[in-house]
């Protein structure tokens, strides 16, 4: 069994800092991850304006990729060593989705980077773009057996939900079943948390696609990513008491499940929460 925290960074103007609150491999432990996912994380001004969020690009060679790639794990591997942990492939040149992709020569490069510049805390990689219908199951498949020949492991967590207010959605609409064979685990995120995916019946909707296409497709790498935010922890108690009931109805529906994700908002403290509401409930969060 293995439970993996997204630990987030801020990237911008070719430098990266952390996040204080996001925990250091000591606290992830004592909090019971196994492992760290380290992903950027994108902020916004009043105005509209990228504060933090966009991974350096070199540009789209191997040699590039590869550059930009070192750069991060040398820094990464800094902090997070001392936990295994996955580093994020970025997808999209930049976050506005307007200058394309990076390319596979680019990604190889990256991988490669990450891996040569790193301690053997480094584990695996994780694709960045959580859009579930992909581009080209051939670009994914060439990363995918790029890592796996290294023995390390590549992770994916898309999204998933049900989309009001017509709630039409259908996983085997997307392109989950067929990517799902290229990594590792797929941790898909249902989005219930977040008010997406509304009402506990759409969740049991959500939960019960995902098992049917498990089974139809032949997949058993697939799972769900838990969800919570700093709202567990809101001054409001009533904000508090909604979200704190949202994030511990996911304890239902991963209890079988051997790997769980986990997004908390850069703050481990929001783990620590539901962790002692769930367990007021005889439930257990992080398990």
Known sequence: MATYGLWYFKAQNGSYETFPSAGTPSQLEDRGF????ALHSSKKDENGNLVHGNIPFSGY???DGYQDGASLGRWVDSILRGIDYR???????????T???RGIQYWKGWVDGVYNNTSGYQVGFYWYLEY??????????????HIWNKGQQFIWIPYF???YPNHVSDITKTDIGLLAKYFTYVFIQPNYYQGTTKTLQDFNVVYNQIEELKEESNLSNIFMEMECDGRVRSPDSETALEYRERACA?????EGYPHRAYYYDANIQNIQEMEEYCNDKGKKYVF
Not at 87 to 97: E, G, R, T
Not at 136 to 142: A, H, L, N, Q, R
């Open 99 to 101: 200058r394309g992709i």
């Open 34 to 37: 196994t492992y760290a996912i």
């Open 132 to 145: 579930p219908w992909q581009f080209s199951d051939g670009i994914v498949y060439e990363d995918s057996n």
């Open 61 to 63: 060679s191997y040699d």
């Open 87 to 97: 580093v994020v492939i970025p997808v999209l040149i930049d976050k506005s989705k």
């Open 250 to 254: 996911y304890v239902k529906y991963t």
């Open 161 to 163: 939900h049900y989309s």
